[in-house]
């Protein structure tokens, strides 16, 4: 049997897990990446949500990700950061 992921991009949580399920399993023919929630688009969405502060400190937090996933692609740094980093 094989195992088809289907997950949106996030730095978060899904990177991780994905790393899990990679190590353990085998069997995972396909990774495919829909549009997720984290889109320009949705910055005053999140903003009304958060708050300017929470807003300001998840906005640094995902560049942090995005800044390490880069560097993961030229030299291994730990757990990966995207989901792309990941498959």
Not at 57 to 70: E, G, M
Request: without cysteine; hydrophobic residues 55%; aromatic residues 4%.
């Amino acid at each position: 049997m094989k195992i088809a992921v289907l997950t949106q991009e996030d730095a978060f949580y899904i990177p991780r897990i994905l790393d899990l399920l990679l190590a353990e399993r085998r069997d995972v023919a396909l990774v495919a990446v829909v549009p997720g929630e984290l889109q320009p688009g949705h910055v005053q969405r999140y903003l009304r949500l958060m708050g300017v502060r929470d807003f300001v400190l998840q906005s640094a937090n995902l560049v942090l990700h995005r800044a390490l996933d880069v560097l993961a692609r030229v030299v291994r740094v730990g757990p990966s950061r995207s989901v792309v980093g990941a498959a």
